[in-house]
Every structure is written in C-alpha cells, then in structure tokens.
C-alpha cells in the first residue's frame, strides 16, 4: 500500500500552504473580528484561480482529484475559516448543481464567473426547522405555466446575503417529504428573492451566513437543475460524500493551526524555569493530539482516495467527517489548555481556533444522524 | 532576453535545526522551501522577462528533492528549470558549488545571473560573486533596483548606510536583496504546468567535473563540528515603578555592565 | 613566517571599526612571531586617517590606483588577490561587512582557493586554522577547518576585542596594483547617503530598537531619544517597518540585519523568533514591555515589567543626569 500523496499531490500542497500563510493567515484575525464579507482578500485571491478547482480544464478549471481537493480545503481552512467557508461554497456545494444541469446559458451567466470569484455563490437547504430532517423542508416550488413559483425562507445560508445566485432546495409536493426535492437557481435581482436577517455567528465570523426569502419568486423552466423531476435527493448524493470529507478535512486546518499555537507556546512558554514542553503532561497533550490528528487524516485522505478511484465511500465519508471534527474539537481544547490564561485573551489566536471548531459538529452532518445512519449501514435492516 | 536564475532549496525558516550527539551532523525537520532571497531573484528575473521578453531558466545544485524549489519556480512562471543533482557538491563548501554551479552556466546562453544575497541555512553570501569570478563575469551584490536598457544593467546596490548606483555592460550577475520587490503568489495554472513538468536533470560528470572533486579531504574548506549558540543567563528583572526601574537600569548598564 | 594581509576599509578619515578589530587580532598574531602582519587599503587617505592606522598595525600598505578610489568589487578583488598572491600570503582577512562580503569572494577564487565568510571566532594557531560562523540565522555555529592556502576570512563585526596595544607604529608603503582598468566592468554613477553619518547596525555597538509597543510611527521619538542619549543606532522590528514607520535599513531580523552590538535595548517588542535570530547574539539585552510574559524576557539579561512610555524618557533623563556629573 502506498500511503503516501504523489509527488504532484506534495508539490500542490507546499504551493497552497505557502500561499495561504502569505494572503490568508495575516488577515484571519482581521476577518474574524470585523466580521464582513473579505470582498479585498476575495479578490486577490480568485484571481489565483482556485475557484476551479474540481471542474474540468476545459472550462478554465483545474479537475483536481478527490484528494488534491482536500489538500486544498484543509489548507484554506488553516488560513481561515471564515474566508474558507467562502471560497469552498463557490469551489463546490453553491456551482455543483449548476455545473451539472445548468443550460449553457446559464453556465455562462454563473458557472464561469463563479469560477473566477465575480460571483458569490450559495447553496441553500436548511430552514428554521430543518436542517438533518431534509423531508421536513417547507420551501415549495410549484410550476405555473413555463415558470417555477418558488416560495419560502432559508437559514443558515453560507454567503446568503452577498449571493449573487443561490441553488434552492424545494419541494414540489409537501406529502412526498425527501423525494418531493428539488434543486431550483434563483439569481440576485430576481423579484421576490431578498437576503434578510444576517447572523452573529459565535465562530467562522467573516463568511456572511443568514436568512434567504423567496416571496413568490418566478423562475424559467431551464432552472430546474436537474435531469429529472424530484430526483434531488438522489444528486445530492453525488457530493454528499465530498462535503463530509471535506468537512473533515477543514477540521484538520482548524486543528493544524491550534496545533502550531500549541506547539509555540509549549517550545517558549517558560514556567518554574523551563519551557513548559518539558513537562510530561504537556507532552502527553502533544501526543495524544498528533496521533488522533495522523489517524483522522488517514481516514480523509483514504475516503478521498476511494471516491478518486470510484469505489464505495459512503460509511468512509461519514467515519472521516465524525472522527475528524471530534479530533478538531480536542485538539482545539487542549491548546486553550496549555495556553492557559492566555488561551482566554481574544488577542492571541487559539481562542479563534476554539470558537471555530463548534460548527463541525453539525456542518456536514450532526454526529447523532451520522452514527445512526452508520450503524443501520453496518448492522443492516 | 535570457535570464538565469539560481536557485537553492534549503530548510524552512521556521524548521527545527538541532546538532546531533556526535556533533558531526545536524537533525533537521525535513520542511524545505525555496531561499528567501532567490525568491526575489526570480521575480525580479520575471518582470525583466515581462518588460524586455525573452526567457527565464531556474538552475539549482541540489539532492533529489530539490526539484521541488525548481518546480515552485515553474509555478511562479520560469519557462525552464534545471537541477543539477550531485549530495556531495550541493553539501559542500561555497568554493564547490559556485565552481558545479559556474561549469553548468558555460554551457548556457545568458545576458543576465540573477541569484539570492545568501542562502538562509549556511548563510554565506559568497557563491554568486565566485561564480560570477569563475565565469569572468561582473557583478553587483544586494541589488534593490535593477532597470535594463540597450544591453546595460543600472541598478541600486544597497551597502549599508548608503545606496550605490551602479552601472554595468550585460553579461552580469546580480544577487537579490530584499526590498528588490514583492514574490508573486503562483497562479492555479502555473502550480498545474508545475506539478507536470519534467525537470530535467545533470549530473557533475556532464559538466566535467568527478564526484571526488567535492569529498571532504579534497574541499578548500570543510565543517569539523557544530556548536550550540552561548546561552544567556537567566533574565534579571529590575524592579520598581518606572523612574526608579529606568534609573537602576542606567546605573546597571553604566556601572556594571559598563556599556555606556 | 607566515604573511597575513588584512584589508582595512576606511570611511573618510575613519577606518572603519571591523577593520580595526582584525588590526587588533593581527598585531596578537604578529606579536606571536609566527606572522607577519600587513594592512592594506585603497583611495584617498588623509594624515589623520594615515596616522591612525599606522598606530594600528605594523605595515601599511596604500595602493594609489585611481581605480580604487571607489569601491568595485573587481577592482578590489584583482588588487588585493593579486597582493596576495605576489607576497605569498598565508591568510586575507577583512571585516564581514557589505564590501567586505561582496568581493571577498572573488579574491579567493582569483588565489584558487575557498575562504570562510563572517567568522565570530578564530583558532589562528591551529593547524589547519579552524573558524567559529554562525548558520541558520544562529541556530547553530559551525566549526570550520581551512586546510587550503591561503585562508580568506571575513569576520563579523564585533567579534575581535578592539584591544590595540600602545606603542604600535607602522611602517608605510604606497604601490600600485596596475592594469586596473581593464579589469572593473562596473561603474558607480552615484552614491546616495541615505542615513547621514550614523553608525550601520551591523556594526553598531549600542544598539535602541522599537516594536509594535510604540503603537505609532511618531513615538519612534522616544527610540531616537534614547539611542543619541547613548550614541547609539536605532533598530526596529519587521512589523514595525512592514507598516511602513521605519525603513528597510533598521530592520533587525532573519530578513533585515543581523546584528551584534555590546548593548541591545528592546522597547516594545514581544520578540517574535525571526527577531530574535538577528539580535541573540548581542552581548548585553535590556529589554522593556508591559507584558511581563513576552517572550524577549527569556532572551534578555535585563528586563523592565512595564510601560514603555514611562520607562524610555526616564532613562533617557538619567543618562542625561549621569553625562552632566561625568
């Protein structure tokens, strides 16, 4: 077995680390406490060209495999979360299903300025009361002669307010719950399509996240992204397994970075006379945080690696996704912990790094739906 | 316009460096990255190639993984890269790496040698300038401007306290300061030629030189041993609020240190 | 015996201080009967310059060459390579300063030799002579043997004892290199004195430099106050000079200047680790910051727990006071 990343897949790490510790890492403190859309670092940094990254060269993207797209959101995430969230929901979850089922037409208004970080794009399903429960979503869409009639309210949307256009999860029939879904593009300016309340987030501040309202927005046939009716559930799936290791991934950068903090402060730190990295129970901190660090990014790559080679990935995903986050949580408590004191101080940086590890426990997946939806996967019906 | 860029792949800045028990060798975190300084000599090498065309080669003297640096250099935007791979040179002295560094450079045809002011591990400083004597070439060292025009260089050298500007006929080599300018960040579609590209590699034979050349025993001069740096006794803080802190300070530093 | 050169760069009237130091480490080794002990400089030389030097080293030796009345690195190179050459010299030396460290290269590659650049010490008398210079920004120093002849050495400034006996009084020569002109291919069309006649951090003894604690580019006064207080050089930290309140040229640090002064003042500065690699190796730190936790405590022989604002004009006065009673 050859665990190890292809020289290529190394070269494109050390390139993004090092770009991400030149643009991203000096303004993370900045985009977390202003808490604003980085629209100066956004442009600086689409004009790289990393918003391609999984579509095809073809149309100026980059076909990155599973795994070198990994590399990339764990890196970006290090840098910060705030502006990762951004990025990777133009990279994916908000062009997907454009790129998948969008007319040319529609390509050439979103898809394509979307890849060059001209437009924001968002992906839109959770609503006040649903997030996991999918089949409870309330937003309907409902065909009127050549036009969709799209009515309802999304939260939590990453992006939602500066959206220049959002993929729409609704429903086109209440009583067929999940497989009543749909994905519909709603474009910025069209009637009845408002951002609202925008959220104060305790953590991943700087990527705007909030409320969507469709009031009777009308949209033509073409953007029903989908090749069939009511199969959106069913093509979701197709980067379900992505935005789980994705997750993961993200959740190491989380974790690499707190790790750094720790590790500096652990070499410097001087108490009773030597750097507190001497001492055993420090020691152990760094142990146990670098071995569940190395396990869980062996569980990420080796998902991405199956999905890269088309193999089953499902219950790999949702592994990767949970063990990950649950590390990143760890790994960010015990940081504040050998920073002690100044682990509470919004000065220094772990206490960023705590903050943003919370939304991994529920991004991507709850852990209590994951470990359900595991466990019926292993035991059978 | 051909200009060549010499490149060094040394340890991260921030790797750690710690001396073995013999104290013959060094541990060192096995993090590299492309010289701080040849950095600037390559986007310097860019932007004349931007403004006066032509082409732009990056040469490194190196083990196997500095391919690495060179193909950062690709990603950057250098038309070409080669590595000469050779450990025992590229582990040596200045005296062997200017004289691998200066064969290989005969065979090319260049107008410009853009290269670091010093590589930040062995922190030297004499490579360029003993390539530039080997070649017969001049040059001009801790360069912060540097305009071509009609097959001449003016650039600004910065010695410290003053800036000299200096004129010079092509062909000539240069050493990068920082402050010559701001390393662009690699476009997604040079990291994508990168990661492609095959690097074409020599070995010392091709440039008539043998691997006994840079053994130890033969080297004009070689590392014994290395030492740790002088520790500093613990820190004396000087107590009191601050008049009374500032003036036993100053009698410290006048009467017993006697520093002022 | 054994013939050593050391090249002695002058500003003005002054040698400059590096080239001073190799003087005093030059005249132990004369003094030893092992060497002999020759300095050689270039351009213009005064009576006062001239009479300084001649206490300081027991042969000097002036090339005339109106191509060495400012500085090229192939002029310097062909003359003093080919002066050592022409006298057998077993040992070049000269100060690791920016000239020094330009050509120096070049002169050991015109004798066929290596040399060993920016040493901190020196076992002159061993046998091959082994060398102290510093690696990785001073992580680490390395010992280097320097079996081929003839040695050429620069040495980092401030690490030779200025410790000149009295009653050294040289004899003087003037030569001329000669063909000079063939050899320079590079021309100086101007030279712009960019900091006046203040001492370069490199070289500097005495040392005041500020950080991100002096909260703004204007309280750089009290850094400045402080530093002509003691006839000192003003530094700073690379934040500092990246928001643009100091130049590039006070920039301490792995990619400013390493330097090496007897007293180091820190006001200011929390002591990132790529500031302290470029002032560890001063030889006295005195350090103040309001956070008793910054890590520049843990490199400093001396600290002050408190507010900088207070501290920096308190001393100031006090160095006044003491100057006033002499």
């Not at chain 3, 956070?291 to 507010?307: L, T």
Request: hydrophobic share 45%.
């Amino acid at each position: 077995m050859d665990f190890a990343f292809t020289e290529e897949q190394q070269f494109f790490k050390k390139i993004i680390t090092d770009t991400v510790d030149r643009m991203v890492v000096p303004k993370a403190r900045e985009i977390d406490e202003k808490d604003e859309f980085p629209w100066e670092l956004w442009k600086e940094f689409t004009k790289l060209g990393y918003l391609g990254l999984r579509y095809p060269e073809e149309i100026g993207g980059m076909n990155a495999d599973p795994v070198t797209a990994m590399i990339f959101y764990e890196q970006i995430a290090r840098g910060s979360v705030g502006f990762a969230q951004s990025v990777i929901m133009n990279i994916l979850m908000g062009t997907y299903f454009v790129y998948r089922f969008g007319s040319q037409a529609i390509k050439e208004r979103c898809l394509f300025p979307a890849m060059k970080g001209d437009k924001v794009a968002t992906m839109c399903f959770t609503e006040d009361q649903s997030g996991s429960d999918l089949s409870a979503t309330r937003t309907t869409a409902v065909k009127d002669g050549n036009e969709w009639v799209i009515n309802g309210t999304k939260m939590w949307i990453t992006n939602g307010p500066v959206a220049d256009f959002a993929t729409v999860l609704a429903t086109t029939d209440l009583s067929l719950g999940a497989k009543g879904l749909n994905f519909f593009l709603v474009e910025k300016g069209t009637p009845g399509f408002s951002p609202g309340q925008v959220l104060d987030k305790l953590g991943c501040r700087g990527t705007v996240t909030g409320e969507l309202v469709f009031d009777n927005v009308r949209v033509p046939e073409e953007n029903l992204l989908g090749a069939e009716l009511n199969k959106g559930i069913e093509y979701l799936g197709e980067i379900l397994d992505e935005v789980r290791v994705m997750t993961g991934a993200m959740a190491m950068g989380i974790a690499q970075a707190a790790y750094d903090e720790g590790l500096e402060y652990a070499r410097k730190r001087i108490a009773f006379g030597k750097p507190i990295g001497n001492y055993q129970l420090i020691r152990a901190k760094f142990a146990d945080m670098a071995t569940e660090m190395e396990a869980s990014r062996l569980l990420i790559y080796s998902a991405a690696w199956k999905m890269k080679e088309k193999l089953p990935s499902r219950i790999e995903a949702a592994m990767a996704k949970m063990f990950a986050t649950e590390t990143c949580c760890k790994v960010v408590d015990e940081v504040t912990r050998i920073w002690g004191a100044n682990a509470f101080a919004n000065e220094y940086n772990p206490q960023r790094h705590f903050r943003d590890a919370r939304f991994l426990l529920y991004g991507g997946g709850t852990h209590e739906i994951l470990k359900d939806f595991m466990g019926r996967l292993l035991i059978g019906k | 316009m051909n200009i060549l860029v010499l490149v060094k792949q040394v340890p991260d800045p921030e790797a750690l460096v710690e001396i073995a028990s013999s104290g013959k060798d060094l541990n060192i975190e096995p993090k590299f990255a492309i010289n701080l300084f040849d950095e600037f000599a390559l986007e310097e090498a860019l932007r004349v190639r931007e403004k006066h065309g032509g082409k732009v080669k990056a040469i490194s003297l190196g083990g196997s993984k500095a391919i690495e640096a060179l193909r950062t250099a690709i990603a950057m935007g250098a038309d070409e890269a080669m590595l000469i791979e050779d450990e025992a040179f590229a582990g040596g002295d200045g005296y062997n790496t200017a004289l691998a560094l200066s064969k290989a450079l005969e065979k090319e045809t260049f107008d410009i040698v853009l290269a670091g002011r010093q590589a930040i591990d062995a922190d030297r400083g004499e490579v360029p300038q003993m390539v530039a004597q080997f070649l017969g070439l001049p040059h001009v060292g801790v360069v912060v401007k540097l305009d071509i025009s009609d097959g001449k260089a003016v650039v600004e050298s910065s010695l410290e306290g003053a800036k000299e500007v200096v004129e010079v006929a092509l062909p000539a080599v240069f050493t990068a300061q920082k402050g010559l300018n701001e390393p662009r960040v690699p476009l997604i579609t040079g990291v994508m030629k990168a990661m492609k590209v095959q690097i074409p590699k020599v070995a010392v034979e091709d440039l008539g030189l043998t691997k006994d050349v840079a053994a130890p025993e033969n080297s004009k001069t070689k590392i014994v041993r290395y030492l740790p740096p002088k520790k500093r006794p613990a820190v004396q803080l000087i107590p009191g609020e601050a008049r009374e802190a500032a003036a036993e300070a100053v009698r410290i530093l006048i009467d017993v240190e006697r520093v002022i | 015996m054994d013939k050593v050169l050391v090249f002695v760069e002058t500003r003005g009237d002054e040698p400059r201080k590096a080239s001073l130091e190799l003087l005093c480490e030059a005249e132990k080794l004369a003094a030893s009967g092992k060497f002999t002990v020759e300095a050689v400089c270039f351009g213009a030389m005064s009576d006062t310059l001239k009479g300084k030097l001649l206490a300081s080293a027991r042969k000097l030796v002036r090339f005339t060459d109106p191509e060495l009345a400012a500085y090229s690195p192939e002029g310097y190179a062909r003359a003093l390579a080919g002066y050592a050459a022409e006298t057998g010299a077993r040992l070049v030396l000269a100060g690791a300063t920016g000239t020094g460290r330009d050509f120096l290269p070049r002169v050991a590659v015109m004798l066929g030799t290596g040399m060993v650049s920016d040493v901190t010490g020196a076992n002159w008398f061993d046998e091959p002579m082994t060398f102290v210079r510093p690696m990785f920004g001073g992580k680490v120093f390395a010992e280097i043997a320097a079996p081929a002849s003839p040695v050429v050495v620069t040495a980092r400034p401030n690490s030779f004892a200025m410790d000149m006996p009295e009653g050294v009084s040289g004899e003087y020569e003037e030569r001329a290199a000669g063909a000079l002109a063939d050899a320079i291919h590079t021309r100086v069309v101007r030279v712009e004195e960019t900091k006046g006649d203040a001492v370069d951090l490199t070289e500097a003894d005495l040392i005041v430099a500020g950080g991100r604690g002096l909260k703004a580019a204007e309280n750089f006064k009290l850094i400045e106050d402080l530093a002509a207080a003691i006839g000192g050089t003003v530094g700073a930290t690379r934040s500092v000079v990246d928001a643009k309140w100091r130049d590039q040229a006070d920039q301490i640090g792995k990619s400013g200047k390493t330097v090496s002064p007897k007293l180091y003042i820190g006001a200011g500065i929390s002591g990132a680790i790529h500031h302290i690699m470029g002032m560890d190796t001063s030889k006295v730190v005195l350090v103040v910051n309001r956070d008793p936790n910054a890590i520049i405590f843990n490199y400093a022989n001396y600290g002050i727990v408190g507010d900088l604002f207070e501290v920096l004009p308190a001393m100031t006065e006090e160095i006044g006071k003491r100057r006033e009673r002499g």
